[in-house]
């Protein structure tokens, strides 16, 4: 369990800048970094009005103010012409995508989460949702992994919620996961992780996250993809 403590350890001090990069004062904005050998992608839409940018991972999102939505990391990334929809506007948004890399499908492609091939995923959602007359501030990080334990398969999750306001997330994988296996639960600074372990090896798959106010109205739905 020591490498999964030290991988937790390490997303608690990045999680801050999943993508580093100051995004414009443009309604709307898509950049891309550089984390190691790897690639981070981030998106951002000013707007008051409802959102809509399904490249970018934001399926749908209530905007007050801000909306940014990062995702580390990928082996390649490109850059695409999108369609994103403001409110009734329709646009063609330039938008940083991954450009999938697939590798083959025995043991060696769930290396140890310290490895730098490691399947680790990470994304922040942070902005203002709702909208004008009832804004709810949001700062949410995510993390999934998936690795080779002795021998089983660990799959981890991990939501830090540091939102100002009042805020659930519901996140697909992770609740279809635990309907199926008891995961170990950790605490952590300002939220928890799951650990799962399974004989059955994991596979990829595009999962949903929703983040919903206290009285569960939906401010948005994101696209993460991970492992189940």
């Known amino acids: 369990m020591r490498l999964v403590l030290l991988a937790l350890l390490g997303f608690t001090l990045r999680a801050a800048d999943v993508c580093p990069h100051p995004p414009s004062d443009a309604e709307y904005a898509s950049w891309t970094a550089k984390i190691g050998r790897r690639h981070c992608l981030a998106n951002a839409i000013r707007a008051t009005h409802p959102v809509e940018w399904p490249a970018a991972g934001i399926d749908r999102a209530s905007v007050a103010e801000l909306v940014e939505f990062a995702v580390c990391c990928f082996s390649k990334?490109?850059?695409?012409?999108?369609?994103?929809?403001?409110g009734s506007a329709e646009h063609s948004a330039a938008t940083h995508v991954e450009v999938v890399h697939r590798t083959g499908d025995d043991d060696a492609d769930f290396p140890d989460l310290i490895e730098d091939d490691a399947h680790i995923r990470s994304a922040?959602?942070?902005?203002?949702?709702?909208?004008?007359?009832?804004?709810?501030?949001?700062?949410?990080?995510?993390?999934?992994?998936?690795?080779?334990?002795?021998?089983?398969?660990?799959?981890q999750f991990t939501v830090v919620n540091r939102s100002a306001d009042p805020v659930t997330v519901d996140w697909d994988h992770l609740r279809e996961?635990?309907?199926?296996?008891?995961?170990?639960?950790?605490?952590?600074?300002?939220?928890?992780?799951?650990?799962?372990?399974?004989?059955?090896?994991?596979?990829?798959?595009?999962?949903?996250?929703?983040?919903?106010?206290?009285?569960?109205?939906?401010?948005?739905?994101?696209?993460?993809?991970?492992?189940?």
């Not at 949702?129 to 334990?149: E, N, T």
């Open 77 to 86: 990334e490109a850059a695409v012409s999108a369609p994103l929809r403001i």
């Open 124 to 155: 922040s959602i942070r902005g203002v949702l709702g909208d004008a007359a009832h804004p709810v501030r949001v700062d949410i990080q995510l993390r999934c992994s998936a690795s080779k334990f002795a021998d089983q398969f660990a799959m």
């Open 177 to 228: 996961i635990e309907t199926r296996i008891r995961p170990s639960v950790q605490p952590i600074a300002g939220g928890k992780t799951w650990i799962f372990l399974s004989k059955a090896k994991p596979t990829e798959a595009v999962a949903t996250v929703e983040l919903k106010t206290s009285a569960g109205e939906s401010l948005g739905r994101f696209h993460f993809d991970g492992w189940k």
